[in-house]
């Protein structure tokens, strides 16, 4: 498996462990949400 994403390439299950959320459907990758950079509190 290869990953690309907002902070570079990644192979194999690596890349799933760095991975913030993987969604998984029947043993199998059916989403990954990636987080890049801070995540600022919303609000006023």
Known sequence: M????????SEGIEAVER??????RRSLIDQVIV??????PSGP
């Open 2 to 9: 290869v990953l690309w994403g907002p902070l570079g390439r």
């Open 35 to 40: 987080f890049a950079g801070e995540i600022k």
């Open 19 to 24: 991975t913030d959320v993987v969604h998984l």
